[in-house]
């Protein structure tokens, strides 16, 4: 148990529908995090939050729309996706946003597929 | 361009031996690398961290060692156990990162026999 929780730990989705993966921290931290981890490629960073602004965007579609309410919720909404969608999303909160010395702790992932 | 690479898909080891996980990276702004694990349908979990001033950190079995020069860390788990199969991601941040950027590898699984 990290602190960090995502729901639904599994989601399947036609292309045409709309849905959202929910990330909670319990852990009082001010940064937190959206990835995506295909088969076989390294985790790839797709959003940043610090102290609930957004602060990277790694050229991601805009069928993915994060929310970032408070610091201890993170969203990832989802519309219009296609296969290659899908894949393994995380999550991840650090306690120290702008420096490097930062480990990250991350939630047990959401296994989206599309069909 | 890869920033952090992984050359080892795989790993075997028999338990009780030592497991040695190797990653290169190409970044000389790179100043923190880190050491996760993963078990299937779960995330990764924090190992091991080093920052570039020391060139070992030591936590029980795993070691990680850094060596700035070629650009080049690596962890070993000694002695090797069953429950150590899992995939390791080595990832790094540094100094021209903003928001704690992490980098990751690609991976490699380990698998350790009875």
């Known amino acids: 148990e990290t602190g960090v929780t995502q729901t639904p730990r599994h989601l399947v989705m036609g292309m045409t529908n709309k849905k959202s993966l929910k990330c909670e921290q319990h852990l009082g931290h001010n940064a937190m995090y959206w990835y995506k981890q295909s088969a076989k490629k390294p985790l790839e960073l797709m959003f940043v939050?610090?102290?609930?602004?957004?602060?990277e965007n790694n050229s991601v579609p805009s069928r993915f729309s994060p929310e970032c309410p408070n610091s201890s919720h993170l969203f990832l909404h989802l519309h219009t996706l296609q296969p290659e969608d899908s894949a393994l999303y995380l999550c991840a909160s650090s306690r120290q946003p702008g420096f490097s010395y930062n480990e990250q702790f991350f939630g047990p992932g959401t296994r989206l597929t599309v069909l | 361009d890869q920033q952090v690479k992984q050359n080892s898909p795989s790993l075997s080891v028999q338990e009780g031996r030592i497991s040695i996980l190797n990653c290169d990276y190409t970044?000389?702004?790179?100043?923190?690398f880190l050491w996760y694990k993963k078990y299937p349908a779960e995330g990764p979990t924090f190992l091991i961290s080093i920052s570039s001033i020391k060139d070992k950190n030591e936590d029980g079995r795993f070691t990680v060692f850094l060596n700035k020069s070629a650009k080049h860390l690596s962890l070993h788990i000694v002695p090797s156990q069953p429950g150590d199969s899992a995939v390791y991601f080595c990832a790094a941040s540094g100094r021209d990162n903003q928001g704690g950027k992490l980098i990751f590898g690609q991976g490699t699984e380990l698998s350790v026999k009875p």
């Open positions: 970044n000389s702004m790179f100043d923190y």
């Open positions: 939050y610090s102290l609930e602004e957004r602060v």
